[in-house]
């Protein structure tokens, strides 16, 4: 087995689960399979398939899945193929004929298509396993339900010797019966890996107003400047705005979002798979198709609305195991806006105690990602090191006159303002409607002139947070005053609130911060790369990959993936043998790309 992985893959050892999944599957015993995204599945039946005699048979839901793992398959010099719509009349025919003949190895096939076939072309074949991908379209319960998958019952019945695996990287408890149930899988094995996702940092940015947002983007992309990444957006219109900000200031960025056509979409995809533009700003619509192992950050510009869509969109970042970032902007407008969608939603209760959990991750002042894998129900035994809570601990002050000051504010105006109007306020702003209202003969007009507007901002979120005021949603979402707040206000109790820390104030003189805490980081994950890197040779080598990917059409991190890219920046192998021995590299790999990189690295170390 190990051999086997090396060679084909390149990889020394196995990820935690995959061993005992392969040999599961080799007893020809079914198995169902919970890894997150970038986990490691697809080794899970791919190498069992090259190990066993016949034909693998991968249901997948996606075309441009299929299309990414059958690239990537043969790019390692292993006879995969894909049959689906995409198919002419002729390469249908050519393929059946490779299938009978036992020429190819890993078929990937839809599912509707699979059904089709099932009287006919699979039963000419010899097949050595089903692999059932994205397990969880099966189930009703599930985000992703295809009435297609509900069928897949049949091969159980019709090929009862060939052993079934199904994967997929959703995990509660209905889902994973509802898929054994279905399948109906015999005496199934099931293996859940955590879902914890190291290489991904964590950052909450809150109170936030555009302006801040806008600046703080730009500032994490041009630190980033050949990574890609994904900004998610509440809106359509935002994902539009945030694009074309970036388009101004020399960003390549495109939108993606279901109110485009879907040559619009696609092109908007291939384009960002293929490093033809850096960014995408999308609603949530994008990604599922997405297999991209080197996005290097998603940014959330909205808060999402539950933890399980925000742990599914970050977890498009990085799955080729190298560090990328993840950014969450946490504002008010955003809990007002999500709150009335639960409340207006069919399901108030749950998609309000969703947003309630969202929430508290944003708020934590523990480590974040404890709260996450305990959303799942893991417990972590240790702070992680990478998230912006361990390295800043929030601190607290006695912020009770700042309490006072909104507090009172809103009592004056009685309890009939919003948060623009109170800001407004407190910061003694003449605005018409301020004015109309004769709000500026209150005695409080101007008494927070002192705190920056954007302050404001995030001492208000995090008063509502604490609880001392509440919004009144069905009141035009004006604020009101709890009893916990009044007793602020009235001087019977202290209220404690975080200091606010800005990116610029952080930065200086504290540069080499991000350095010191490497080792722990990676000492905790040895899967994470290890050693100086040569950045110039990166560069190098990033672009020689790209120029082998568009001779072959296809994307750099088939090629190569970051991860091997920055081993080999690290490794500098100048002969073909060391080439072949870096993580990553099997041996169709090495013939086939070992001569362009182990001479670009001589040239610019000079050997
Ligand atoms: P998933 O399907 O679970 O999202 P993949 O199968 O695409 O994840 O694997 C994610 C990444 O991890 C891929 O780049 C893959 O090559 C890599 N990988 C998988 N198994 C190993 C291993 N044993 N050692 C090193 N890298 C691995
Ligand atoms: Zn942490």
Not at 73 to 84: K, S, V
Request: hydrophobic share 40%; net charge positive.
């Amino acid at each position: 087995m190990l051999q086997t992985l090396k060679t084909y893959f390149g990889y020394d050892s196995f990820r935690p689960l995959q061993r005992e999944i392969i040999e599961n599957i080799l007893a020809l015993k079914d198995s169902v399979v919970l890894m997150p995204t970038g986990g490691g599945k697809s080794i899970c039946y791919q190498l069992p398939a090259l190990l066993m005699e016949g034909t693998a048979i991968v249901v997948s839901p996606l075309i441009s899945l299929m299309k990414d793992q059958v690239e990537s398959l043969r790019a390692n010099g292993i006879a995969a193929r894909a049959m689906n719509s995409n198919n002419n009349d002729t390469e249908n025919l050519m393929l059946r004929r490779e299938c009978v003949q036992g020429k190819v190895k890993i078929l990937y096939i839809s599912p509707e298509r699979l059904l089709m076939e099932q009287n006919f072309l699979l039963k000419d074949m010899r097949i050595s396993l089903f692999a059932i991908d994205e397990a969880h379209c099966i189930s009703q319960w599930g985000h992703d339900f295809r009435p297609e998958y509900t069928q897949l019952k049949a091969i159980r019945e019709q090929f009862p010797q060939v052993p079934i695996v199904a994967l997929t990287a959703t995990a509660d408890k209905i889902t994973r019966q509802d898929i054994i149930k279905q399948l109906a899988l015999k005496n199934p094995k099931t293996y859940i890996s955590s879902f914890d996702r190291p290489n991904l940092s964590l950052d909450v940015r809150r109170g936030y107003q555009q302006k801040d947002k806008t600046r703080t983007i730009l500032e994490f992309i041009f630190k980033r400047p050949n990574e890609c990444g994904i900004i998610y957006c509440m809106s359509r219109d935002k994902t539009e705005k945030v694009a074309e900000m970036l388009l101004r200031h020399g960003v390549k960025a495109t939108v993606y979002h279901a109110g485009l056509s879907a040559s619009a979409r696609d092109k908007a995809q291939e384009d960002f798979i293929n490093d033809r533009v850096q960014v995408v700003c999308a609603t949530i619509a994008f990604g599922m198709g997405i297999d991209k192992s080197n996005v290097r950050w998603v940014i959330h510009y909205n808060m999402p609305k539950s933890i399980e869509s925000f742990y599914q969109e970050i977890g498009r970042a990085g799955r080729d195991g190298v560090k990328s970032d993840t950014l969450l902007f946490y504002s008010l407008g955003d809990l007002v806006m999500l709150s009335k969608f639960a409340l207006d939603s069919g399901q108030q209760a749950i998609n309000l105690e969703k947003l309630n959990r969202m929430q508290q991750y944003a708020e934590s002042d523990i480590c974040r990602r404890r709260i996450l894998l305990n959303y799942f129900g893991e417990t972590m035994d240790h702070d992680c090191g990478n998230c912006d809570v361990c390295k800043n601990p929030p601190e607290r002050f006695d912020g009770t006159i700042i309490v006072q000051k909104a507090l009172s504010a809103i009592m004056r105006a009685d309890q009939q303002i919003g948060t623009r109007m109170l800001i407004a306020i407190l910061r003694g702003n003449f605005i018409d409607e301020l004015v109309e209202k004769g709000y500026d003969k209150l005695k409080t007009f101007g008494a927070g002139r002192d705190i920056p507007q954007r302050d404001w901002q995030d001492y208000l979120l995090q008063m509502l947070n604490l609880g001392y005021f509440e919004v009144a949603y069905n009141e035009n979402n004006h604020l009101k005053i709890t009893s916990a707040g009044a007793k602020v206000l009235y001087g019977q109790e202290k209220a404690m609130l975080v200091v606010i820390k800005r990116e610029e104030k952080e930065t200086k003189g504290r540069g080499k911060k991000k350095e010191a805490e490497k080792p722990a980081l990676f000492k905790a994950h040895p899967d994470i790369i290890v050693g100086e890197e040569d950045q110039l040779l990166f560069e190098e080598l990033r672009l020689l990959r790209k120029r082998l990917a568009d001779q072959q059409a296809i994307p750099a991190y088939i090629v190569l993936s970051d991860k091997t890219l920055h081993q080999l920046a690290i490794q500098r192998p100048t002969t073909l043998e060391e080439f072949g021995m870096v993580s990553g590299i099997g041996e169709y790999k090495k013939e086939r790309y070992g001569k362009d990189f182990v001479e670009t690295i001589k040239q610019i170390i000079g050997k």
